[in-house]
C-alpha cells in the first residue's frame, strides 16, 4: 500500500509538489529538492518510507558567475529586496512533458525567490541532478553571453511565474511514409509560458542540444513571443486618479500566475505551413483575469543544420475575443492559481480560476475558446464560494477565506474524465468535475482530504490541542488515478516555537477511483502492451525496414554501410517478412558493389527464412570492405550473426547487441537500459565521436526506447 510519507523538511511556497509522468516526486524544501523515486523492489527490513520511495536530495540555490552573477541593490524605482537579497529558496517546481529531457524523459524546471528560472534533470550517477539551463538568459540583450544586469532591465529578465504548455504535436504525414516519427510528431514541441517581472508575456521553445559537451548549455531556448502588458482599463477604487499612490500601485502592478490551455488545430493560413493551432492563455495581472489567444504555424525549417529541429514554428499573441465579456468576472479580486479543464471527448473548455474567499470557473466551447464564435451563450461563468464543514462547534455553514494554495488535473488514462482538486492554506479540500459545472452541482469531498483530515485528528490527540489544529497545504499533484498533497500540521490557539529539528511534512496519497489508498505495485507498473508477444518483433521489422530504404537513400560512408549490414544481417537472423529480406538482397548487392567485396553467401541466405552468419576471416577483414563487419576488440576475431540480442567472437567473448542499431556493444559505460522492456541500447551521446552521420542522429533521436520509436510502421501491425 502507497502509505503517507513523512520528510524532515518545511517548505516555503505553495507549489512545492510535482509529480513527473515517469513517477518521479519532486518535493521544494527551502533550498534544497527531494526527489522521490519508486523503489518497488526494496526489501521488508527496509525502513517505513524507504520501502517505497528512493530520496535524493540536492541544492538548487548556488549558481556560478555565469550562470547568474551578484546583483546589487538597485534604485527605488527597480529595487526588489525579495529577488535581489533572498537565499533563493524554491517557489515553485514544475516537469515538463515527456520527450524533452535525455532518454525522452522529463525536465524540472525551479523557480526560486531570486526570480531565476532554471532546469535541471540527473546527469551521471543516480543522484547528480544538475542544472542544465537558466531561461532567463533568453531576456538578456546577448542571450550566448548574458552579463550583469542592472535597473529596469533587471526586471525585464527576472520571471515572476511560469508553466509548461501542452506538446503541440506535427501531425506524421509530413515527415513522409518511410521514416520515424520526428520528435516534434511523437512528443511535441515543447514550449513555456512565462511572465517577467516588467509583466511582459512571453512564449518559450525549449528543445535539447544534442552534442554539445557543457551540461550547462545543454538546452536551447527560443524566444517565440514577447508581449508587454498595459494596465488594461484597471482602476483602484482606493486610490485617487492621478496620485502619486495611484501612479504608484499602477507601476507595481504584476503577474503573479499564468496558464495556458489546449492546443485547438485551425486551418493553415500559408501555403508553407504544415501545422497551425490556436491556444488561450490566462494570466492574474494585479488582481483581474485576462485572456491571450495564441496562433502558431508550423513549418518546415528553410535552412539545414547540425542536431536542428526539422520544424520551425512562428506565433503571435493577441487578446482573446472572449474579454468583451470580461464584466462577468471583473469584480471578483482574482488570486490564483490557475487550471484547465478539458478531456478528448467533452463539448466545453473551462478555466478555473481561484479569487477571495472561491473558486471562479470559465466554461467556453469550443468556438469561444479559438475565437471563432463569441456569442454570449457560449461562455458561461460560474462562482464557487468555500465553506467550513459543518461540526459540533459550527453547526451553520461558515465562509472559508483561506486563498487556494494549489490546484491540480487529475484524468484517466483514456482522457475520457477530468477532475479538479483544489486545496487552501487552512487545509480546505475541493474535488470539482468537468462534468458537474452546472448551476446546481456541488463541490465535493476528495478522498485524500479524508485522510488529511484522520492525520490532522491524530495530532491534535497526540499532543492534546482540543480539536485546535489546522493543516496547511502546500501542493497538490497527480499520477494516473492518485492523487498526492503536501501539507504540514499545525496548533491554531498558541505561538508555535519549532526548531529545524522538528520540522515535519507530510505526503498523503489517495485514489479517487476506488476511494482508498493505492496499491504502488499497480500504480508504477507499465501500461499494458497490445499482443505483446509480437510487438519486440514487428517493432524490429519496422527499424530495420527504415534502416534499409533511408540507408539506399543517404551518402556512402563507412557509417552508413556498417548500419546498413548491420540491419540486412538482422533481417536474415530474425526475419519473418518476405518484403524485408527482398530490401535486404537489394542492400547487400550494394554494398557489395561500393566497397569490392564478397557478399554471396549473405545474398544467398536472403531467401530463407532464418539463418545465421558465420564469423568473418582474418582474411576478410583485412581486405577492402573489410569495416562492414565487427571485429572483436579484445583479440581481433571475427564476430557471428546468430541471435539480434547477442554477439560472439570465434574466441568465444559475449557481447550484447544494440536494440537500435544492431551493432555489438563492446565496451563498459556506453550503453543504456529501457525501463519497461530492459533492452540495452548503445548511449548516443557517449558514442557519438564514433558514429555522428546523419543516418545515426536521425535513429537515435526518435525516442527513448528503441523498439517503440516506430510504432505503426508495419501496417499490419497493432500496438
Same mark, same amino acid.
Given at each position: 500500500?502507497?502509505?503517507?510519507?513523512?520528510?524532515? +523538511?518545511?517548505?516555503?511556497?505553495?507549489?512545492?509538489?510535482?509529480?513527473?509522468?515517469?513517477?518521479?516526486?519532486?518535493?521544494?524544501?527551502?533550498?534544497?529538492?527531494?526527489?522521490?523515486?519508486?523503489?518497488?523492489?526494496? %526489501?521488508?527490513?527496509?525502513?517505513?518510507?524507504?520501502?517505497?520511495?528512493?530520496?535524493?536530495?540536492?541544492?538548487?540555490?548556488?549558481?556560478?558567475?555565469?550562470?547568474?552573477?551578484?546583483?546589487?541593490?538597485?534604485?527605488?524605482?527597480?529595487?526588489?529586496?525579495?529577488?535581489?537579497? %533572498?537565499?533563493?529558496?524554491?517557489?515553485?517546481?514544475?516537469?515538463?512533458?515527456?520527450?524533452?529531457?535525455?532518454?525522452?524523459?522529463?525536465?524540472?524546471?525551479?523557480?526560486?525567490?531570486?526570480?531565476?528560472?532554471?532546469?535541471?534533470?540527473?546527469? @551521471?550517477?543516480?543522484?547528480?541532478?544538475?542544472?542544465?539551463?537558466?531561461?532567463?538568459?533568453?531576456?538578456?540583450?546577448?542571450?550566448?553571453?548574458?552579463?550583469?544586469?542592472?535597473?529596469?532591465?533587471?526586471?525585464?529578465?527576472?520571471?515572476?511565474?511560469?508553466?509548461?504548455?501542452?506538446?503541440?504535436?506535427?501531425?506524421?504525414?509530413?515527415?513522409?511514409?518511410?521514416?520515424?516519427?520526428?520528435?516534434?510528431?511523437?512528443?511535441?514541441?515543447?514550449?513555456?509560458?512565462?511572465?517577467?517581472?516588467?509583466?511582459?508575456?512571453?512564449?518559450?521553445?525549449?528543445?535539447?542540444?544534442?552534442?554539445?559537451?557543457?551540461?550547462?548549455?545543454?538546452?536551447?531556448?527560443?524566444?517565440?513571443?514577447?508581449?508587454?502588458?498595459? =494596465?488594461?482599463?484597471?482602476?483602484?477604487?482606493?486610490?485617487?486618479?492621478?496620485?502619486?499612490?495611484?501612479?504608484?500601485?499602477?507601476?507595481?502592478?504584476?503577474?503573479?500566475?499564468?496558464?495556458?490551455?489546449?492546443?485547438?488545430?485551425?486551418?493553415?493560413?500559408?501555403?508553407?505551413?504544415?501545422?497551425?493551432?490556436?491556444?488561450?492563455?490566462?494570466?492574474?495581472?494585479?488582481?483581474?483575469?485576462?485572456?491571450?489567444?495564441? %496562433?502558431?504555424?508550423?513549418?518546415?525549417?528553410?535552412?539545414?543544420?547540425?542536431?536542428?529541429?526539422?520544424?520551425?514554428?512562428?506565433?503571435?499573441?493577441?487578446?482573446?475575443?472572449?474579454?468583451?465579456?470580461?464584466?462577468?468576472?471583473?469584480?471578483?479580486?482574482?488570486?490564483?492559481?490557475?487550471?484547465?479543464?478539458?478531456?478528448?471527448?467533452?463539448?466545453?473548455?473551462?478555466?478555473?480560476?481561484?479569487?477571495?474567499?472561491?473558486?471562479?470557473?470559465?466554461?467556453? =466551447?469550443?468556438?469561444?475558446?479559438? @475565437?471563432?464564435?463569441?456569442?454570449?451563450?457560449?461562455?458561461?461563468?460560474?462562482?464557487?464560494?468555500?465553506?467550513?464543514?459543518?461540526?459540533?462547534?459550527?453547526?451553520?455553514?461558515?465562509?472559508?477565506?483561506?486563498? +487556494?494554495?494549489?490546484?491540480?488535473?487529475?484524468?484517466?488514462?483514456?482522457?475520457?474524465?477530468?477532475?479538479?482538486?483544489?486545496?487552501?492554506?487552512? @487545509?480546505?479540500?475541493?474535488?470539482?468535475?468537468?462534468?458537474?459545472?452546472?448551476?446546481?452541482?456541488?463541490?465535493?469531498?476528495?478522498?485524500?482530504?479524508?485522510?488529511?483530515?484522520?492525520?490532522?485528528?491524530?495530532?491534535?490527540?497526540?499532543?492534546?490541542?482540543?480539536?485546535?489544529?489546522?493543516?496547511?497545504?502546500?501542493?497538490?499533484?497527480?499520477?494516473?488515478?492518485?492523487?498526492?498533497?503536501?501539507?504540514?500540521?499545525?496548533?491554531?490557539?498558541?505561538?508555535?516555537?519549532?526548531?529545524?529539528?522538528?520540522?515535519?511534512?507530510?505526503?498523503?496519497?489517495?485514489?479517487?477511483?476506488?476511494?482508498? +489508498?493505492?496499491?504502488?505495485?499497480?500504480?508504477?507498473?507499465?501500461?499494458?502492451?497490445?499482443?505483446?508477444?509480437?510487438?519486440?518483433?514487428?517493432?524490429?521489422?519496422?527499424?530495420?525496414?527504415?534502416?534499409?530504404?533511408?540507408?539506399?537513400?543517404?551518402?556512402?560512408?563507412?557509417?552508413?554501410?556498417?548500419?546498413?549490414?548491420?540491419?540486412?544481417?538482422?533481417?536474415?537472423?530474425?526475419?519473418?517478412?518476405?518484403? +524485408?529480406?527482398?530490401?535486404?538482397?537489394?542492400?547487400?548487392?550494394?554494398?557489395?558493389?561500393?566497397?569490392?567485396?564478397?557478399?554471396?553467401?549473405?545474398?544467398?541466405?536472403?531467401?530463407?527464412?532464418?539463418?545465421?552468419?558465420?564469423?568473418?576471416?582474418?582474411?576478410?577483414?583485412?581486405?577492402?570492405?573489410?569495416?562492414?563487419?565487427?571485429?572483436?576488440?579484445?583479440?581481433?576475431?571475427?564476430?557471428?550473426?546468430?541471435?539480434?540480442?547477442?554477439?560472439?567472437?570465434?574466441?568465444?567473448?559475449?557481447?550484447?547487441?544494440?536494440?537500435?542499431?544492431?551493432?555489438?556493444?563492446?565496451?563498459?559505460?556506453?550503453?543504456?537500459?529501457?525501463?519497461?522492456c530492459r533492452t540495452e541500447y548503445m548511449d548516443e551521446e557517449l558514442v557519438a565521436h564514433m558514429y555522428n552521420g546523419q543516418l545515426f542522429q536521425r535513429l537515435c533521436g526518435a525516442d527513448e526506447c528503441g523498439l517503440e520509436r516506430f510504432d505503426g510502421m508495419i501496417p499490419d501491425t497493432e500496438f
Open positions: 500500500m502507497l502509505r503517507p510519507v513523512q520528510l524532515p +523538511i518545511y517548505p516555503y511556497g505553495f507549489d512545492a509538489l510535482a509529480w513527473s509522468p515517469d513517477g518521479e516526486l519532486a518535493v521544494a524544501a527551502g533550498e534544497q529538492i527531494l526527489i522521490l523515486t519508486s523503489n518497488v523492489g526494496a %526489501s521488508e527490513s527496509a525502513p517505513q518510507g524507504q520501502k517505497t520511495w528512493h530520496i535524493t536530495r540536492f541544492r538548487v540555490n548556488t549558481f556560478t558567475y555565469a550562470e547568474w552573477p551578484d546583483i546589487h541593490p538597485q534604485n527605488r524605482d527597480d529595487f526588489s529586496i525579495g529577488a535581489e537579497q %533572498s537565499t533563493s529558496t524554491v517557489l515553485a517546481i514544475s516537469w515538463s512533458p515527456p520527450g524533452l529531457a535525455r532518454f525522452r524523459r522529463s525536465v524540472l524546471a525551479v523557480l526560486t525567490s531570486n526570480l531565476i528560472l532554471s532546469l535541471w534533470e540527473p546527469i @551521471g550517477p543516480k543522484e547528480q541532478w544538475t542544472r542544465v539551463g537558466v531561461v532567463n538568459h533568453i531576456f538578456h540583450q546577448d542571450p550566448s553571453a548574458p552579463t550583469k544586469v542592472k535597473g529596469e532591465e533587471l526586471r525585464r529578465v527576472n520571471i515572476r511565474s511560469f508553466q509548461w504548455c501542452a506538446p503541440l504535436k506535427v501531425p506524421t504525414h509530413a515527415n513522409g511514409s518511410n521514416a520515424p516519427p520526428d520528435p516534434e510528431s511523437r512528443w511535441g514541441i515543447h514550449m513555456l509560458a512565462v511572465a517577467t517581472d516588467s509583466s511582459d508575456l512571453a512564449l518559450l521553445r525549449v528543445r535539447r542540444s544534442a552534442g554539445v559537451p557543457a551540461p550547462s548549455r545543454s538546452y536551447y531556448v527560443e524566444k517565440m513571443i514577447l508581449h508587454p502588458l498595459d =494596465q488594461g482599463g484597471i482602476q483602484y477604487p482606493l486610490a485617487c486618479s492621478g496620485s502619486i499612490l495611484h501612479g504608484r500601485i499602477q507601476s507595481q502592478v504584476r503577474v503573479s500566475s499564468i496558464s495556458c490551455g489546449p492546443w485547438i488545430m485551425t486551418p493553415a493560413s500559408c501555403k508553407d505551413d504544415i501545422h497551425s493551432a490556436t491556444a488561450t492563455l490566462a494570466a492574474a495581472h494585479g488582481t483581474r483575469l485576462r485572456l491571450f489567444k495564441i %496562433s502558431i504555424a508550423v513549418r518546415h525549417r528553410s535552412e539545414k543544420e547540425d542536431f536542428a529541429p526539422r520544424y520551425e514554428a512562428t506565433a503571435e499573441l493577441d487578446g482573446h475575443p472572449v474579454t468583451q465579456f470580461a464584466s462577468r468576472w471583473d469584480h471578483h479580486r482574482v488570486t490564483g492559481p490557475m487550471r484547465w479543464l478539458y478531456t478528448n471527448q467533452a463539448q466545453d473548455i473551462a478555466l478555473a480560476v481561484g479569487i477571495t474567499g472561491g473558486l471562479l470557473t470559465i466554461s467556453m =466551447q469550443h468556438s469561444a475558446y479559438d @475565437g471563432t464564435g463569441t456569442r454570449e451563450t457560449r461562455v458561461q461563468t460560474r462562482d464557487w464560494p468555500f465553506y467550513e464543514p459543518i461540526t459540533e462547534m459550527h453547526d451553520h455553514p461558515k465562509r472559508h477565506w483561506d486563498p +487556494i494554495t494549489a490546484m491540480t488535473i487529475s484524468r484517466d488514462e483514456a482522457n475520457i474524465t477530468c477532475t479538479l482538486h483544489i486545496c487552501t492554506a487552512g @487545509g480546505l479540500g475541493v474535488a470539482v468535475s468537468l462534468d458537474l459545472l452546472g448551476p446546481d452541482d456541488p463541490p465535493q469531498v476528495p478522498a485524500w482530504s479524508k485522510i488529511v483530515d484522520n492525520l490532522r485528528e491524530q495530532y491534535d490527540l497526540t499532543h492534546d490541542l482540543g480539536g485546535k489544529a489546522v493543516a496547511r497545504m502546500w501542493g497538490l499533484t497527480s499520477y494516473r488515478d492518485v492523487t498526492a498533497v503536501l501539507f504540514t500540521k499545525h496548533p491554531t490557539d498558541m505561538i508555535e516555537y519549532r526548531i529545524a529539528s522538528d520540522e515535519d511534512t507530510t505526503i498523503a496519497f489517495a485514489s479517487e477511483d476506488t476511494g482508498e +489508498i493505492p496499491d504502488e505495485q499497480t500504480l508504477f507498473a507499465p501500461p499494458a502492451e497490445k499482443k505483446e508477444s509480437r510487438a519486440a518483433q514487428s517493432r524490429r521489422e519496422a527499424v530495420t525496414s527504415f534502416l534499409l530504404s533511408e540507408g539506399d537513400k543517404t551518402t556512402v560512408n563507412t557509417e552508413n554501410q556498417k548500419l546498413l549490414y548491420a540491419a540486412a544481417c538482422c533481417s536474415i537472423v530474425d526475419g519473418h517478412n518476405l518484403p +524485408i529480406r527482398s530490401q535486404s538482397q537489394k542492400s547487400f548487392e550494394r554494398l557489395a558493389m561500393e566497397t569490392d567485396t564478397d557478399l554471396s553467401e549473405e545474398i544467398s541466405k536472403c531467401g530463407s527464412e532464418s539463418s545465421t552468419i558465420p564469423a568473418k576471416s582474418s582474411n576478410q577483414l583485412n581486405q577492402p570492405g573489410g569495416q562492414l563487419f565487427e571485429q572483436c576488440e579484445i583479440c581481433g576475431a571475427g564476430i557471428a550473426w546468430f541471435s539480434v540480442k547477442e554477439a560472439q567472437c570465434e574466441n568465444g567473448h559475449l557481447f550484447a547487441r544494440c536494440g537500435l542499431t544492431f551493432l555489438t556493444i563492446q565496451e563498459p559505460g556506453i550503453s543504456k537500459y529501457c525501463s519497461v
